[in-house]
């Protein structure tokens, strides 16, 4: 296959990093062109790579989720960047989406659901974990116009 799904991979955690690298790599339409262990070495990547999606980890040293997400949105719009995360906190998954995320999926997901949510997501649709519908509306009945 021709027009591959470039990837960045940036997690703290090497060892779940690794496993998305194995998982993503045995697909004919991804190819992982990096990895970053924290936010302000994600960000760089970014720059430097200039890859079709990012799968961005919340919770990191250095610099979080978040402010790598802003970072990314500014500069690189055209970024596609999906959260993963282990957070089910409606703030977080509402705060990602506002800064640009094009999705927000929890790390317990299946596999099948990632693949097919990157594929969706670079397709231009926005994507949720399933868990995180209720949060999503919760926060949308709470938030202030």
């Known amino acids: ?3 591959k799904i470039r990837i960045a991979l940036v997690d703290d955690h090497t060892l779940f990093r690794s496993g ?3 998982l993503l790599s045995r697909q004919a339409d ?3 062109v990096g ?5 302000l ?5 970014v720059e430097q790579l200039k890859p079709d999606l990012v ?3 919340l919770d990191m040293p250095v610099m979080n989720g978040r402010e790598a997400l802003a970072q990314i949105m500014e500069t690189h719009p ?3 960047v999906l959260m993963l995360t282990v957070s089910e906190d409606g703030e977080d998954l509402t705060e990602c989406m506002r800064l640009g995320a094009s999705g927000y999926l929890l790390k317990k997901i299946d596999a099948d659901f990632l693949l097919q949510s990157i594929r969706r997501a670079v397709a231009g649709d926005n994507v949720i974990s399933p868990e995180m ?4 509306l919760m926060r949308l009945r709470t938030d202030k116009p």
């Open 55 to 57: 799968l961005l980890d």
């Open 133 to 136: 519908t209720s949060a999503l």
């Open 35 to 39: 990895e970053a262990a924290d936010g």
């Open 78 to 80: 055209d970024v596609t």
């Open 30 to 32: 991804f190819e992982i």
């Open 41 to 45: 070495e994600g960000v760089k990547l």
């Open 20 to 22: 998305l690298k194995a």
């Open 1 to 3: 296959m021709e027009n």
